[in-house]
């Protein structure tokens, strides 16, 4: 089976605009979540999709969004960039809730917002 | 809201030595999952163990095992024979209430020494 994949990889983008990522996961899982990894913070958890619903949610502003399609992709959108959204934001997937299960990362979009 | 705690920013340990991570948790939960994660220089992040907490019985994996005190909330990860592939960021992380959301530690970089 093809590993989880994400889009772009790298990302340069300026304050205040706004970005998309996308997430593909493994075939078959319904659960997929977002973390953002900063070398300050840490690995933070930033909302889990099941089955197309918004399962859990950390502890991000509102400009943080994600969604899930029927095919279980998912994209998560960040609007109006700050500096402090430069991270590496990691996707996970796995075939029932992932507090519950194995989850099998992607690689990651490295973010950098100048 | 649930925490999880990982002290040692940083351990070193020598090529074929054993070396224990330690992980705290806090939580009012009786069902509830625990893992441990590897993140290796720039590569994906990988399940390392999982432990049931209605499950007595310590995980083990190869050469990786972990001591699961639910009375202490602690939940270490011991690496036998520790190989130069083993030098990675480990995160602790822990799941629980309804929903399962997890919440990972800061993790410890963990370096292999020859």
């Known amino acids: 089976k093809a590993g989880v994949t994400q889009t772009p990889r790298y990302l340069i983008k300026t304050r205040g605009q706004q970005v998309t990522l996308s997430c593909s996961p493994i075939?078959?899982?319904?659960?997929v979540s977002w973390y953002q990894q900063t070398p300050g913070q840490g690995l933070q958890f930033l909302f889990e999709?099941?089955?197309?619903?918004?399962?859990n949610k950390g502890n991000f502003p509102g400009r943080f969004s994600g969604r899930q399609f029927s095919n279980s992709r998912s994209e998560m959108n960040v609007s109006t960039l700050e500096l402090g959204d430069s991270a590496l934001y990691l996707c996970?997937?796995?075939?029932?809730?992932?507090?519950?299960?194995?989850?099998?990362f992607g690689p990651g979009t490295r973010l950098t917002v100048l | 809201a649930q925490t999880v705690t990982q002290s040692q920013p940083e351990m070193s340990v020598q090529e074929a030595e054993t070396v224990t991570l330690s992980c705290t948790y806090d939580?009012?939960?009786?069902?509830?999952?625990l893992f441990w994660y590897k993140q290796p220089p720039s590569r994906q992040m990988i399940l390392v163990i999982r432990?049931?907490?209605?499950?007595?019985q310590n995980a083990t994996e190869n050469r990786f095992s972990v001591n699961f005190q639910k009375a202490a909330k602690s939940f270490s990860l011991k690496i036998s024979d520790s190989q130069l592939g083993d030098a990675a960021m480990y995160f602790c992380?822990?799941?629980?209430?309804?929903?399962?959301?997890?919440?990972f530690g800061k993790g410890t970089l963990l370096t292999v020494n020859p």
């Open positions: 075939s078959g899982h319904r659960s």
């Open positions: 996970a997937s796995s075939l029932e809730l992932a507090g519950a299960d194995t989850q099998y």
């Open positions: 992380a822990y799941s629980g209430g309804s929903n399962y959301k997890l919440t």
């Open positions: 999709y099941f089955s197309e619903t918004q399962r």
């Open positions: 939580t009012s939960e009786s069902d509830y999952y």
């Open positions: 432990q049931e907490a209605y499950k007595q």
